[in-house]
């Protein structure tokens, strides 16, 4: 713990020149790094929840609004690590909900933040344990939850080796896991059997808005969905390749950064297709159709037959299997899934997935993956991720823990 803390305290200052460098530059609002410093508007005695990013903020939805319609006394102080987050927290515009931007690991800066908001519990979506932040929550004698929480074999062994995951595995208070595997790693690193949750993987019981679909063959439509740089030069390579030999194919390209729509449509252009994008309130009338937009994603997932996952063919841990098999569409990946290991895991052995590691096969895939076989895959997917979690049993076990 001692190594961490010299650690933290040598990066501090070039953590806070690059702050104020952003701000300077108009990328991060003063208002913003106040959060990160700890300080901004004072929100006392709240529950404090935190969801890193985009994916573990929406798929915490459902168990926070499950705890607060069980108690209509709670109030959360929910942190995030992105300005994306943040928006799609503000935009829920609830206000027993105060979103702010997450503090620093460093002690100053954590103890600046307990002493202005003076939470009375921490719950931590899935992995984001951060050494400094759980031992002055569990010195100020805070109750410590974690949902959802996964660890691979690597990182247990990493932490095992230091002995810093047995330290902050020994102040959490109650845990849910999100597989057996997690669940027994945290167990070995020494968490008390007896404070164990019901498992439960969040992912499972997000519900998106469907919203109209476009009005494209199901069928002949592939949704590439939350791509990186690097992947869509080759989404689209193989599209355009594919679209050789299945003329009527189409393609929804959904960035998971929409503010790199720019540089993407010079992608789109550069492979000789045409395109319409969303954030200017185009028709779909081109081959492509670049979805640009935030909130909209079970449109899309309605919308296509064909769901390529992305941040699985870069090195990014892919993104969630979950949404596209609730929307019954026929999954594609890549080789990069450690984010959804065992997910991906149990759908690639049965059947419910197939994997493709290059453009060369994504094009084959979006070249003959007819209806039949779509709707084929899909059934399996469903089968093989088994039940949503029991959000109702779960946000009563957390309730019961505060």
Same mark, same amino acid.
């Given at each position: 713990?001692? &190594?961490?803390?010299?650690?933290?305290?040598?990066?501090?200052?070039?953590?806070?020149?690059?702050?104020?460098?952003?701000?300077?530059?108009?990328?991060?609002?003063?208002?913003?790094?106040?959060?990160?410093?700890?300080?901004? $508007?004072?929100?006392? !005695?709240?529950?404090?929840?935190?969801?890193?990013?985009?994916?573990?903020?929406?798929?915490?939805?459902?168990?926070?609004?499950?705890?607060?319609?069980?108690?209509?006394?709670?109030?959360?102080?929910?942190?995030?690590?992105?300005?994306?987050?943040?928006? %799609?927290?503000?935009?829920?515009?609830?206000?027993?909900?105060? #979103?702010? %931007?997450?503090?620093?690991?460093?002690? &100053?800066?954590?103890?600046?933040?307990?002493?202005?908001?003076?939470?009375?519990?921490?719950?931590? #979506?899935?992995?984001?344990?951060?050494?400094?932040?759980?031992?002055?929550?569990?010195?100020?004698?805070?109750?410590?939850?974690?949902?959802?929480?996964?660890?691979?074999?690597?990182?247990?062994?990493?932490?095992?080796?230091?002995?810093?995951?047995?330290?902050?595995?020994?102040?959490?208070?109650?845990?849910?896991?999100?597989?057996?595997?997690?669940?027994?790693?945290?167990?070995?690193?020494?968490?008390?059997?007896?404070?164990?949750?019901?498992?439960?993987?969040?992912?499972?019981?997000?519900?998106?808005?469907?919203?109209?679909?476009?009005?494209?063959?199901?069928?002949?439509?592939?949704?590439?969905?939350?791509?990186?740089?690097?992947?869509?030069?080759?989404?689209?390579? *193989?599209?355009?390749?594919?679209? *050789?030999?299945?003329?009527?194919?189409?393609?929804?390209?959904?960035?998971?950064?929409?503010?790199?729509?720019? $540089?993407?449509?010079?992608?789109?252009?550069?492979?000789?297709?045409?395109?319409? *994008?969303?954030?200017?309130?185009?028709?779909?009338?081109?081959?492509?159709?670049?979805?640009?937009?935030?909130?909209? %994603?079970?449109?899309?997932?309605?919308?296509?037959?064909?769901?390529?996952?992305? !941040?699985?063919?870069?090195?990014? !841990?892919?993104?969630?299997?979950?949404?596209?098999?609730?929307?019954?569409?026929?999954?594609?990946?890549?080789?990069?899934?450690?984010?959804?290991?065992?997910?991906?895991?149990?759908?690639?052995?049965?059947?419910?997935?197939?994997?493709?590691?290059?453009?060369?096969?994504?094009?084959?895939?979006?070249?003959?993956?007819?209806?039949?076989?779509?709707?084929?895959?899909?059934?399996?997917?469903?089968?093989?991720?088994?039940?949503? *979690?029991?959000? $109702?049993?779960?946000?009563?076990?957390?309730?019961?823990?505060?």
């Amino acid at each position: 713990m001692f &190594a961490y803390r010299l650690l933290v305290s040598f990066a501090t200052l070039p953590v806070l020149v690059r702050l104020g460098w952003r701000v300077l530059r108009g990328k991060e609002s003063a208002r913003a790094a106040s959060e990160r410093l700890g300080g901004g $508007e004072a929100s006392p !005695g709240r529950v404090w929840l935190h969801a890193a990013s985009n994916g573990e903020l929406t798929s915490a939805r459902p168990l926070i609004e499950a705890m607060l319609t069980r108690d209509p006394t709670l109030r959360l102080l929910v942190t995030v690590n992105t300005a994306t987050a943040r928006a %799609m927290g503000e935009g829920w515009a609830d206000p027993r909900i105060a #979103i702010r %931007m997450a503090p620093l690991d460093h002690r &100053a800066v954590l103890g600046r933040f307990l002493r202005r908001h003076g939470p009375r519990a921490l719950i931590v #979506i899935e992995n984001e344990l951060w050494p400094n932040r759980m031992a002055l929550v569990a010195r100020a004698g805070l109750p410590i939850l974690v949902i959802g929480a996964r660890i691979s074999e690597r990182s247990a062994a990493r932490w095992g080796k230091t002995g810093l995951g047995q330290k902050m595995v020994a102040q959490i208070g109650a845990l849910s896991a999100q597989d057996p595997g997690s669940e027994s790693r945290f167990v070995k690193l020494g968490l008390p059997p007896e404070r164990l949750l019901p498992q439960a993987n969040l992912k499972t019981a997000i519900t998106l808005e469907r919203g109209a679909p476009l009005d494209w063959a199901r069928s002949e439509t592939v949704l590439a969905a939350s791509t990186h740089e690097g992947e869509e030069a080759l989404v689209l390579r *193989a599209f355009a390749d594919a679209r *050789a030999r299945r003329p009527g194919l189409r393609l929804i390209l959904a960035p998971r950064h929409p503010r790199r729509a720019p $540089e993407i449509a010079a992608l789109i252009a550069k492979v000789g297709l045409a395109h319409t *994008a969303r954030s200017k309130d185009e028709p779909p009338e081109a081959e492509v159709y670049l979805a640009d937009t935030m909130g909209e %994603m079970g449109r899309w997932y309605e919308s296509a037959g064909i769901c390529f996952v992305g !941040g699985s063919l870069v090195e990014k !841990g892919g993104h969630t299997p979950y949404e596209p098999a609730s929307f019954d569409c026929a999954i594609l990946h890549g080789p990069h899934v450690a984010n959804f290991r065992e997910a991906y895991g149990a759908l690639d052995d049965q059947g419910g997935a197939r994997l493709t590691k290059d453009a060369a096969e994504l094009t084959e895939q979006f070249a003959t993956l007819g209806a039949t076989e779509q709707a084929e895959l899909a059934r399996t997917a469903r089968a093989a991720l088994g039940p949503p *979690a029991d959000i $109702e049993a779960l946000s009563q076990a957390v309730l019961d823990r505060l």
